[in-house]
Structures are given as C-alpha cells and as structure tokens.
C-alpha cells in the first residue's frame, strides 16, 4: 500500500499522516485489476512489479488511501489512473459494495493481513479493465498473470502484507480460484 | 419473462416445456442493463417497451431461461443480445454471485414475485452496458431512464410481475434508490 | 451516530477528535438490527427511539466508530452491545462483507448521506438479535417495526442523516423491500 | 449431491426425475454449516461422512434440490433439517443472495463442478448451526473441521464434483481461506 504523492484537497503533510496514523484507522482501496473475456471470465489478474531498494522483487494489488471528502469510487479512479495510466479503461464497479474488507494491523497475526505502519482498512474490489496499461510512478511494470499463475506459491510469495491472500479471495468470487 | 424461440441445444419443444413446467422450479436469469458513469454510478436503467394484444403497454427486464448444458453467464450473453441487439457491448459481471434471486410463483402472495405460467427462480444481475441498444424480437424499444424515473410510480406500475420491486432492489445495490 | 464515551485503547479525547476529524475520512460501522423467523425471514427491523433537547423525536440504527486497533466485528459486537444491551445476543455476520457502505459526507447533496460533523465512511451490516434488547447509554427505547412500517414515510422522516435510505437498502437486500 | 427420499408435493417419482433431467437444468442448494465464536469469526466448518459401497470414504456439504412450490429458503431448512437433525438450529442467512453459484456439469471441465447425473445449478449458502447436530439418512456423521484442516489437501481429496473448491469459496467468503 503506498501513499499518493499528489498535492490535492485532502491531501495531507507527512508530519500530519503520522499525527492521524497513530489515532485511528486509516481507510484504504484495493483494487485487482482483471482482464476479461466476452462472457466476463476473468482470464487475468494484473500485478504491479516493484522492485525494492535491495533489489528484492515484490508483486502487488492497486492500493491506496481514501481522501478526505474524496468519495470511495473517485478515490478506486484516482489510484487506478496513478497505477495503470490514463488509458486503462477501468470499470469500477456500479455497486459500492466491496467483495471483502481486509483488514492491515500493524501487529501481525491479528488478522491475515499486515501493515508495519498503521492500523489500515482497505474495502477491497475487482475492477476490469479494458485498456492498455501504462505504469507510472513507482511500479516497474505491470503483469498480467492466469488464475493458476496468479495463486500459484510462486507469485503469491512475491506479494507482501497479505495481499496474496486477497488476490485469491478475488479468484474465489469471481469463481477462478484454482 | 419470455421464451427464447431459437432451436438450440437444450431448447424444448413448446409441449416439452409444459410438461417440465408443472414439475420442477424454472431457471431463469434476469438482467437490469445500465448505464454508467466514468466512475461507476449508474445514471440510467434501461427498459423494455412493450405493447400487449389490447393494446396495455409494459415495461420489462431483460429476462430469460437458462437452457439445459448452458453456463448462466451464456444465458445471460444470449438474453441480452436478443433483446438489446448485437452492438449492445454489454459487460456482464465478473462475478457469478447474483445481487439477489427472484422467485416468481404462480401463486401471488407466496413471494413478490408472480408469474402466473410457472415457478420460476431467477438469478438477477446488473449489466453495464456501452454501445447501441436495438431491441430486436418482441420488444418495440429500449428506454433509458434515471433512477428517479425507474423508481417513480409511473414506471412502477408499467411493470409486471413484480419486477418493479427487482429493479428498485438493484438501485438499492448500486447505491441509486431515490 | 453518536459517539463512544468508554476509555479504551483506541479512544480519543474530544480534541483529537476534532484534530482528525478535519483530515481525513472516520470509519464507522452501521448495523441494522433484525428479527427473523425459522427461515431467516426477516419479520422486524429495530430502530433506537431517541429525543433532543428541543423534544424533537428521531429514530437511529445503531452506529458508532471503529477504534485504532479494533477489528471491524469488535467495533460491531461494542456498539450493539452498547445500544442493545448485554442480552440481545446479536449474530455477528461471518462475512466481513458489508451489505453496502454509506458515505457520509459534511455538505449534503454530495451521497445521500449527511453528516455535519464530518467525513464518515460506514460500513452497514443486518444483524439478527435473538435476544432481550435494553437500550443504554442515551438511547431511550429501542422499537421494533414491520418492514412496510420501517419503510413508511412516518419512520422514515424521523430517520436522518440518509439512515432512512439505508435501511430501505438493508430491506432491499434481505427481500423486503415493501 | 443427494435425492431426498421423501414423498412431499414437488416430490417426482423416480422416472418422471429422469424425463426433467435429461431437458434442463436442475435447481439445488448447498449449504456450508459453520461454527462462530461470539464475533462472528468462523471456527469449523461441518461436513457429512459418507462411506461408499465399496468402502471409499467422502465428505460433502448439505446439498439438494429445491422442490416445486418451494421457497429457495425453506428448501435448505429441509435440507439441513434431513442432514443435521431436528435440534441443529440452523441460522439462515436473512439475504437470499447466494455467496456463489456452483453450476454442476455432467461433462467435467465446462466448470469447476460435475456431477455425472445431471446438469445442477446450486445456490450457496453459509449457514452457521448453534445447537446439536446429529446427521440422519445416508450420512454417518457430522465431522466439525478448523478452516486450516478443511482447506487441506487430505479433506479436499475426499470431497467430490468440486464440493471441495466451492468450501475454499466459502472459506473465502467468511475471510478464512488459509
């Protein structure tokens, strides 16, 4: 989950992030962004590639904080535009429904999901996406990987802080978990 | 809910269908199309016109069975692109999972839902949809309106069945119930 | 929704509240309490009575805030508890899948959800109480209404800040909506 | 996937089964019975033991057809009722949205789920039971597994025609896939 580095109504100062951090819960957006067929199949999931200061390899979902008075799809735009590029063509979804919560706490083993830095919980969506992706910012690269690929120990021990996990709760509800 | 007249595998001859009818429940998919916005907010549903033998004037959703060795999702394809046309370019969910089920009885009162032929079950979804809408067989046209609309009495009461009630549970699902 | 009042960890004095409130979105979490027959119909929605100092009468589902370090199922078992009692044995959902979440933002006309105070992000879960319900805390009664009577325009106008509507999704979801 | 054995109305005989069988598909329900804690949180899961006439052991979820004239709900009250027993005390889920569907293919490969008989398309539940289970008909107990031990290689080999990824779904769902 990384931070937005725009300067925008909601945004705020590091000094302040860290005031709010240690106060209360921070409200996140995961996004898995998938490829599908005339049918609506999911055939792909898409993995942002970053590689670490160390040279360490890790994959990841689009993620990112809510604004204040932003609403949650504008915010699923926001960060899909920051991580995929602007012509990528993404479908959010028309219910706001989340298929699951995911909960990061800083201790782990509270929940399945981890996040050294904060008490973070993220309303979690699957949103295709019909363009072409052009990663910007700090993502490598953008991958597109099957349902096998994609839960197979390969790829999941690649993504950190549970987000495995939650990749393979997106399989499962859109039935393609192998 | 109408009847696919194609020849098909899985289609049954008129006196086929009646004899399953009276013996076990109907599968049936029901699909409410939308249009969205750039960032998933349905701003319009759209209908199925009608006229009946004298005259009545109905308003419908895109309804139909599923047939024998056919995926729901094929079904789906299949309704909406008789009724909606080949252009319609609908995006049909990426998840199994129906937003609700409609159980249609012949007897009024079991449930809201009544269809006087049949117990039909259907699975309903909501079905974004991006190009030319040309209703083709029974339908006369296709018309788009707002929540407000969809949900007024006015169009309410042009609806049978009880798919008035369905519709106004898909806007409660997207967030748009007035 | 109304604040905690409890000492715990997570909590908050007055002021750092206001600190954060103008930074970034609060989470809450919102709960619609229910009766339900053998079959898990649900036959009544319970609404907490409420009077201001000026004797205006208003009715509130229960809702409160998600404390740092507290899961969302914790936050849900305090409030319920706090509002209901500590007999009313509520069914926690086994999904952490809200039915939908509610956006409440400080200017209205944005969501349909209005909160003066600030930014909240809800996520709303049906819960069924088998048990003997005994408000607390500020609430004065606890109701319970039939669904045609929970979505009538009397209960609906003593509803506010948009609860009305998302308790007319709530019975929208569990097939109710009148 | 079994029959019920009883003579109710929607009940076929025998042959008039196989006539419906072989001209559509056929509506069932599975249910998953779980155990919660006081949170909500999934503890076990519970799956019937079945040994086969040649002495293979299978496991399998409470599964089967929803009757004509019968209500999706009441169907799997019957069907866990016939399971579980007359004391399991099961809480159906207040929402008749399944969490997924599980469409059941005589030819395997079309979906993850195949039963030779026939062509089945069953609505999923999870349904968590509070009171004493004591499993009747054809199954000879009700084993309760931690989701770990029911996600594992040796639980989910002995479950067949997909029973065992539609428990991972459920799994899944509730937020307890290991």
């Known amino acids: 989950m990384t931070e937005t580095t725009e300067t925008a109504p909601g945004w705020l100062a590091p000094e302040e992030l860290e005031t709010v951090r240690g106060r209360m819960p921070i409200l996140y957006v995961d996004a898995v962004p998938v490829r599908v067929d005339e049918a609506g199949v999911v055939t792909h999931i898409g993995l942002l590639l970053r590689i670490g200061s160390d040279g360490t390899i890790s994959r990841a979902l689009v993620s990112g904080r809510v604004l204040l008075y932003e609403r949650v799809r504008d915010a699923l735009v926001r960060h ?94 859109v039935g393609r978990l192998p």
């Open 80 to 173: 899909l535009e920051k991580d995929l590029g602007p012509v990528a063509l993404p479908h959010v979804p028309v219910s706001p429904q989340p298929f699951t919560i995911a909960e990061y706490f800083p201790t782990p083993g509270v929940t399945p999901y981890h996040d050294p830095r904060q008490h973070a919980v993220s309303l979690a969506y699957i949103v295709p996406v019909a363009g072409d992706c052009r990663p910007r910012q700090d993502a490598l690269d953008l991958i597109w990987f099957t349902p096998e690929e994609a839960a197979s120990p390969q790829v999941q021990q690649e993504m950190t802080g549970g987000q495995g996990l939650l990749l393979k709760q997106a399989l499962a509800h």
